[in-house]
């Protein structure tokens, strides 16, 4: 029983493991914290902005019709009028008259008297309360303005511009990965829902009257996942449904342009690991946003229960029409293939950010009981530092070799060298870092210019020459190839 208690996770133990390791600090902690905001500390700003990264790679660079734009956390303030945020952008806060705890729950569950809080008690309903953090611009005559709850607008916003300063014609999208506010009622469950976060968000432009998706191939339609769709929730029920991209088009559930986009998000999921925790849900019709026709949420298994981590959702005309009418602009573009200006159709895939980071650490998260110890089994290419140089001992000449390959590998990648204390205790730190390669100058190395390699996950160890060091690296990590094809295992060179 208590090596099953070690091997299940927590969200309090996960936060905890963050805090000692330097993912992760509650933010403004010597003043007590403040509720909501956190800070990503060494190790976790690494993860961080390798996640970003190759969500950009994956999303941006790797796409012929995608470009990316950074825009403004502050805008004119009739964005949020145009967008409809300062109308419906609210929660109703709710407190259980059993354990006072306080929480939200949707407009439509108002009604609702059998919505109850985990403990079985009924909700005091507190009331309806705006999620957009209001600030202010200028200092003589303020006037007011507020931090964005999404990071949609802007793309909206600049979607002119860009069409005006790159050569993209329909169909094509613009990416944007960054910071949004939302003041929660009831922020919880660590990272997951916070009220200074990240999205990473695409918004991919269509002809309205022309669904055609030469993009959309086999490995797209063939893609399995398990689906709750609206009619099983509008029965009441909750049970999946193993399906695949063709079936859902086949049964009108999307667009194709809406599949493809549904599809590559998935697609991304499965190169992270994450994609067989994840389960797709078919948003209600009576849930549906005011600006969308169908959404899908892509939830994560979290130890706190599944979750959305990720949405896809077809925003039509709205978002381009509404600031057309508020801001007088024609937002309409000149189609090649037609001859007429037209005003594109959205599809928007959304991801939070800070909820893929979650769901990796959480996906990785193990203890081992063979090595008694942490291990976290993070995707090689995500992790905060690929590689850790040892010199098995504090030798002048174990020293320099390991040294001379520690300067060698920082030219590509984030390296870390490390002498102190025994191998196996430096082993059992970047274990729990999630390095995957920890490469130690042995007694041999200085006599036959080889060195061991152990892989993290296993803990096996391979012999390579010192000279191949940074080529087998970069294929490793980057290419995603087995390590153990480029020597021969060992497992007497150094022991943990």
């Given at each position: 029983m208590e090596n099953e208690n070690k091997n299940k996770l927590t969200i309090e133990d996960l936060t905890t493991f963050c805090k000692r390791k330097g993912f992760v600090f509650r933010s403004s902690e010597i003043y007590g914290g403040v509720s909501g905001f956190w800070d990503f500390g060494p190790l976790g700003v690494e993860l961080y902005n390798n996640i970003k990264a190759d969500f950009w790679k994956f999303f941006v660079h790797d796409k012929e019709n995608m470009t990316g734009i950074d825009a403004s956390i502050i805008s004119h303030p009739k964005t949020w009028e145009a967008s409809g945020h300062l109308d419906v952008f609210s929660d109703v806060a709710v407190v259980c008259k059993k354990c006072k705890k306080a929480t939200k729950i949707d407009k439509s569950e108002l009604e609702d008297k059998s919505i109850r809080c985990e403990c079985g008690g009924e909700y005091d309903v507190q009331g309806e309360f705006k999620l957009m953090f209001k600030t202010s611009i200028g200092a003589l005559k303020p006037e007011d303005a507020y931090m964005r709850p999404e990071t949609a607008q802007?793309?909206?916003?600049?979607?002119?511009?860009?069409?005006?300063?790159?050569?993209?014609?329909?169909?094509?999208?613009?990416?944007?990965?960054?910071?949004?506010?939302?003041?929660?009622?009831?922020?919880?469950?660590?990272?997951?829902?916070?009220?200074?976060?990240?999205?990473?968000?695409?918004?991919?432009?269509?002809?309205?009257?022309?669904?055609?998706?030469?993009?959309?191939?086999?490995?797209?339609?063939?893609?399995?996942?398990?689906?709750?769709?609206?009619?099983?929730?509008?029965?009441?029920?909750?049970?999946?449904?193993?399906?695949?991209?063709?079936?859902?088009?086949?049964?009108?559930?999307?667009?194709?342009?809406?599949?493809?986009?549904?599809?590559?998000?998935?697609?991304?999921?499965?190169?992270?690991?994450?994609?067989?925790k994840i389960k797709v849900r078919e948003h209600m019709k009576k849930e549906l946003s005011h600006y969308s026709s169908a959404t899908f949420d892509m939830d994560y298994e979290y130890p706190f229960g599944s979750n959305e981590i990720a949405g896809n959702a077809n925003r039509g005309q709205y978002d381009l029409t509404q600031h057309a009418k508020f801001s007088n602009e024609k937002m309409s573009i000149f189609d090649e293939v037609t001859k007429k200006r037209v005003v594109p159709s959205v599809i928007e895939p959304t991801f939070g950010i800070d909820r893929v980071f979650l769901a990796l650490l959480c996906q990785g998260y193990c203890f081992d009981e063979k090595r008694n110890n942490i291990v976290l089994k993070l995707p090689p290419r995500l992790a905060p530092v690929k590689v850790a140089v040892f010199p098995i001992i504090k030798k002048e000449a174990y020293q320099k070799m390991a040294r001379d390959i520690f300067n060698e590998l920082r030219k590509d990648f984030n390296v870390t060298y490390d002498a102190s204390g025994s191998v196996g205790r430096r082993y059992a730190r970047n274990d729990e870092n999630g390095t995957p390669m920890c490469i130690t100058v042995d007694a041999d190395s200085t006599e036959d210019n080889a060195v061991t390699i152990r892989w993290r996950d296993n803990a096996e160890q391979v012999r390579v020459s010192k000279e191949n060091i940074r080529e087998i690296v970069r294929k490793v990590i980057v290419d995603g190839e087995d390590l153990f094809k480029f020597g021969s295992k060992v497992n007497t060179r150094v022991k943990d």
């Open positions: 802007g793309m909206f916003l600049d979607f002119l511009s860009v069409c005006d300063t790159t050569r993209l014609k329909l169909p094509f999208g613009i990416a944007q990965v960054g910071k949004c506010f939302r003041n929660e009622i009831a922020p919880r469950d660590f990272l997951f829902r916070s009220r200074e976060f990240t999205i990473g968000e695409l918004e991919f432009f269509t002809h309205p009257e022309n669904d055609d998706c030469p993009l959309l191939d086999e490995s797209h339609l063939d893609l399995k996942l398990r689906l709750l769709d609206a009619k099983t929730q509008d029965e009441g029920k909750d049970n999946l449904v193993e399906t695949t991209i063709r079936k859902m088009l086949e049964e009108k559930k999307m667009s194709n342009w809406h599949a493809y986009w549904l599809a590559e998000q998935l697609l991304w999921f499965r190169s992270l690991g994450l994609l067989g």
